[in-house]
């Protein structure tokens, strides 16, 4: 497996990838990788359906996620949401549903490209309470406690550092606020040639940690009224564990029952 820094640059070339291609091609489904020739394949086994929801908006779905946070996150009018990883804008926009003209609503993300079409999204919106902001989320560009929840769907996964990120997310959030972020975890481990792709990394799997260990970082950070929402099992195709793993190797994949899921979590900042 590649440095961190390596592992940041990989995420940045694939996702910067998806937003060139200006189609919904999923990325955070088992191939945000894509084939042998570095195209983009579309699949999207991690996705969840937006569409039925207020304030979607079809072009800045580009089927990056992992679950439905603003679903969970008990957003209200006029609240301050931060998105991590907005990507072209999905959760934003939809969060902007949420808290009206009186709220705002700040995206965040470390991807030139995906800043790029978030903020032509919604230059045709014309929503003057929505701003994305260039950065990293293990040094955010914001100050102390300005939040009244932070989002994020499928994105934390890509962080090296997750103790770092959810000491960022401690940070910006008011006393009393909470996050609802919706991510990939484990259960027993990986094949090591699932573990060691920085391919799979940036499909969201090879980087997800064991949900105790997942949760356990949350709880350290300082977080409390920690609850899991909503499980989601993920099923990776054989066709797409084929390019990492032996066909014995899939076959035990499948015997010994390895657990990757999808889990929507929240936790609240003490007052």
Request: aromatic fraction near 8%; hydrophobic fraction near 40%; charged fraction near 25%.
């Amino acid at each position: 497996m590649e440095t961190a820094n390596e592992l940041k640059q990989v995420v940045k070339e694939k996702y910067g990838e998806i937003a060139k291609a200006s189609k919904s091609s999923g990325c955070c489904g088992p191939t945000c990788c894509g084939d042998a020739d570095n195209k983009i394949v579309g699949y999207t086994v991690m996705q969840d359906e937006y569409d039925h929801i207020e304030g979607y908006v079809a072009e800045a779905d580009l089927g990056l996620g992992c679950g439905l946070p603003t679903e969970y996150a008990g957003i209200k009018k006029g609240d301050t949401v931060v998105d991590l990883g907005s990507g072209a804008g999905n959760d934003v926009f939809v969060a902007r549903a949420i808290v009206g003209d009186e709220g705002k609503v700040i995206g965040l993300d470390m991807t030139e490209e995906m800043i790029a079409k978030a903020k032509k999204n919604n230059e045709k919106l014309r929503f003057n309470n929505v701003e994305f902001k260039f950065g990293e989320i293990e040094a955010m560009p914001f100050g102390n406690n300005i939040a009244d929840v932070v989002v994020s769907n499928c994105v934390l996964n890509l962080v090296p550092d997750k103790q770092k990120a959810f000491s960022e997310i401690f940070r910006i959030l008011k006393p009393g606020a909470h996050f609802c972020v919706s991510d990939i975890v484990l259960k027993s481990e990986l094949p090591a040639g699932l573990k060691k792709s920085a391919e799979m990394y940036a499909g969201c799997v090879a980087g997800a940690l064991q949900q105790d260990k997942y949760l356990s970082i949350i709880k350290e950070t300082g977080f409390s009224n920690i609850e899991i929402k909503k499980t989601k099992v993920i099923e990776l195709p054989d066709d797409v564990l084929r390019e990492y793993i032996s066909d014995l190797e899939i076959e035990l994949f499948r015997k010994n029952n390895i657990g990757i899921f999808s889990i929507t979590v929240v936790g609240y900042k003490n007052k």
